[in-house]
């Protein structure tokens, strides 16, 4: 890749992304939604189980594009440096927290994990090993931290039960969060939290698959010798993935190494079409919506989920005379009047990615991108 290049694949990657997050989290009916669209209940994974991993892995391109040059600059420019990276955690943990508390927070129940706040840790722990570690070293430590953490789930006794297992409530991952976090766990498991504390362990090395990435983007092969082999690696992954799922099964709540190996394979397999698409043959009459989502992706998925429940908030007459909530009453009215439940479930997630993307439109046009 060209120094002077912006690597425009990468931003059109990371706004599907965060439209699918978006798309996902915010159905109609939660009682009506496309087995695609929701999660896997416990062991195996949908299409909406890719989406976070997809993001951290893009964070981690960004971490190589973006920090390799001022690799090499002096102490005092470092120092500065990583103070950055410090600054930029903080906001993003911060805003995690402010979304999970909206909007009465409740300081005694608080959820301290989340999704920006994995996002944070996993950007803090990969930039300080891509900055302090040459490239074998991150192989390695991509390596040991999948073989530790296999080794921690599967074969360390977790007390009070006395056996090492896999179980929603019982495995060592939700041990770990009711012991350490106690009630600031996620409200709707109470057991467990899928961003928990173990579980980020493996979610470093979702990131530095992406650090490992963007140093061979950024190397001096040809542009389709490096999507080929993005192609090729993404499907090694994907078998290597498939076949330790068998001892250490794909799991998006407990975050897995199996999980981080099939998935890290998708991303690849993503990444390599996208590159191969729009930075080497030029396809980009479709990209401009991503690349404004694309352009604003943590501000965007804030301000959308912090609206999402602020809808909720009004309460309003209904057709029988009763109060309810305003996105129940503005869905029932826009579409669950006229369409099918799952297809009106839908429609209202479609919507809402418009809704937002209008507003990220306008932002991009005005050339304003807020950075954190």
């Not at 009682?31 to 890719?50: Q, S």
């Not at 390695?140 to 179980?167: E, K, Q, R, S």
């Not at 409200?187 to 140093?215: F, Q, R």
Request: aromatic share 16%.
């Amino acid at each position: 890749m060209e120094k002077s290049e912006r690597l425009v694949s990468l931003d059109v990657f990371r706004g599907i992304t965060i439209a699918g997050m978006i798309l996902v989290n915010n159905p109609g009916s939660w009682d009506h939604i496309y087995p695609a669209l929701e999660h896997a209940k416990w062991n195996g994974i949908t299409p909406t189980d890719l989406i976070f991993p997809f993001f951290i892995f893009i964070v981690g391109i960004a971490i190589t594009i973006s920090l390799s040059k001022r690799k090499e600059e002096g102490a005092a420019t470092k120092k500065k440096l990583y103070l950055q990276i410090i600054r930029r955690t903080a906001i993003i943990f911060i805003l995690g927290i402010i979304m999970n508390g909206f909007p009465f927070y409740e300081l005694s129940t608080l959820r301290i994990m989340g999704v920006l706040q994995r996002i944070a840790i996993a950007y803090l722990v990969s930039s300080i090993i891509f900055l302090k570690t040459s490239l074998r070293v991150q192989v390695f430590i991509t390596a040991l931290l999948l073989i530790v953490y296999w080794i921690l789930m599967t074969l360390i006794p977790v007390p009070g039960v006395g056996y090492a297992n896999l179980d929603p409530k019982m495995n060592l991952s939700a041990f770990i969060d009711r012991l350490v976090l106690g009630k600031h766990i996620w409200y709707y498991s109470k057991d467990y939290d899928p961003e928990g504390i173990l579980s980020t362990l493996p979610s470093i090395a979702t990131c530095l698959i992406g650090v490992l990435t963007g140093h061979w983007l950024r190397g001096k092969a040809d542009k389709m010798t490096k999507a080929v082999w993005m192609f090729v690696c993404g499907n090694i992954m994907l078998v290597l993935g498939t076949i330790f799922d068998m001892w250490f099964p794909i799991n998006k709540n407990i975050w897995t190494s199996s999980y981080v190996i099939f998935t890290g394979g998708m991303a690849l397999e993503f990444m390599a079409m996208c590159y191969f698409l729009i930075d080497i043959k030029g396809y980009k009459w479709w990209t401009k919506p991503f690349i404004v989502f694309g352009m604003n992706a943590i501000i965007v998925y804030f301000f959308s989920s912090i609206a999402a429940y602020a809808v909720y908030m009004p309460k309003v007459t209904g057709a029988s005379g009763e109060k309810i909530d305003f996105k129940v009453w503005l869905y029932q009215t826009l579409f669950a009047s006229w369409l099918p439940p799952f297809n009106a479930s839908v429609a209202w997630a479609i919507a809402y990615v418009l809704f937002w993307l209008a507003i990220m439109w306008v932002l991009y046009e005005k050339k304003i991108f807020i950075k954190v």
